[in-house]
């Protein structure tokens, strides 16, 4: 979902804007959004996974029409943001939906960068050709490793299985590339996987996670 | 007394990164990256890595080491409160001259 | 200014007997202040703690042994939902105080998690408080409460206190976690007070 906003100054990757609804008798509901698209002046991109019963996203997908109004507060978020100042490598690690910061990162990417995105089958990620491209023209900067938990493609390499410590292990940066990681997904990965990376070694200081918890969309 | 909590299959709850906007709508700044020291167990951690219950009257914000609640915010009809009695200490970054 | 989202409606329905600025679910929420305490029955027991230090304590088998009421009740939650008609089995407090010698008039309802909630004593005697341990039949769900939660269901539901380990008389009046953090000490959702102000 695209949206136009006169005066965004651009965001910084990672970050998220909060959406709220606005009923006529003043019932409100907000939900938060995190933000896909590279920083530009003026427009930014947001992914929005519809939940069946939800409050919110049924309305952004089904109801909302270009040339909507939407009351939208952001960018906001300083922690879970990469700088692009920041000149150390990063390892982006995303579950599901929770690719959506990290795609900002991607697509911005002025560092080396590894993406891990972890979802149950190819039909199931997101941004796939956008991540293809990003990866094609970010030369050495960027790489993108996927994994499935449940139907790998004909002739992948690896059959499916959860992420565990040493497929981490094949894509984080050495040691002494002194790397940070961003980790975002549903709360039971974020757990998962930050554990993982220190296990492997990975210093927890230099590990920033963003949890989706149940969707109530 | 056997009281066990459950940790990494509780779902109702989000990292600290959720309050940035409804705190910068109170406090005009980004309380997320302030360091917060816990009363109970007395670890240091920046708000955005706290546990974040939001499915209730207000935002609980947990400590994820003790479990011990370090900021509440609730908005009334007229206005916004923060209860930071669960914490010690907040410190912010400063803006870079 | 509001925009006003053109086709939002949210989950709100025109329900004209309901508490002013409730609408009607037929789901039942789960909200929670934190983590959803998990106690084995074989160690969870309840208390009545009066002003002057005296335990009366309840174990399980203890307690389900008690005479239970069946009730049907609405529920009003201070974030506008409303159940109707929920149907839960439980202990009368009438029943839990029978033996109490007491001259409190507030009382603390104490959780397995560490919430806390006041009510004045009165709103919990004569047949107008509960604390249940099955909802439509069925053993009280954790996230519901379980095992055993205090219903008061003429106060906004944060008075009913989930996973109640101890219900604490007193002579002054304590506010409990939601009470000290902006919402009405007393809760009543036909007069819509929801804030402290209200």
Known sequence: MV????????HVPGQHVDVRLTAPDGYTAQRSYSISSAPLPDRFEVTVQTVADGEVSPHLVDVAEPGDQLEIRGPVGGWFVRRPTDPRPALLIGGGSGVAPLMSMVRAATAPTRLLYSTRSPSDALFTADLASAEAAGGDLVAVTHVYTRVAPAGWPAPPRRLDADTLARVAWPHDAHAVAFVCGPTGFVETVADLL???????????????GPTKG | MSTTTVGADDPHWVDGNALAGPLGEIMGADLTVADLTCAGCRMTRPLAAMRVFDRAPGLVARCPGCGDVVMRLVRTTARALVDLRGSLVVSLPLPRV | MAVISRGFGGRRRDDTD???????????????????????????ELAVITEIGERSTWSWAEFTALPADETTVDIHCVTHWSKLGTRWRGVSVDTLLADVESSAEYVVAHSYGGYTTNIPLEDLLDGQAWVAYEFDGEPLAAVHGGPARLLVPHLYFWKSAKWLRALELRHDDEPGFWETAGYHNYGDPWREQRYLAD
């Open chain 1, 3 to 10: 949206l136009d906003v006169d005066g965004w100054v651009g």
């Open chain 1, 198 to 212: 220190v296990t492997i070694g990975h210093n927890p200081a230099t590990i920033r996670t963003e949890r989706f």
């Open chain 3, 18 to 44: 309901l508490p002013p600025g409730q609408y009607h679910t037929d789901d039942f929420p789960v909200l929670s202040a934190g983590p959803t305490p998990r106690i084995g029955l074989d160690t969870w």
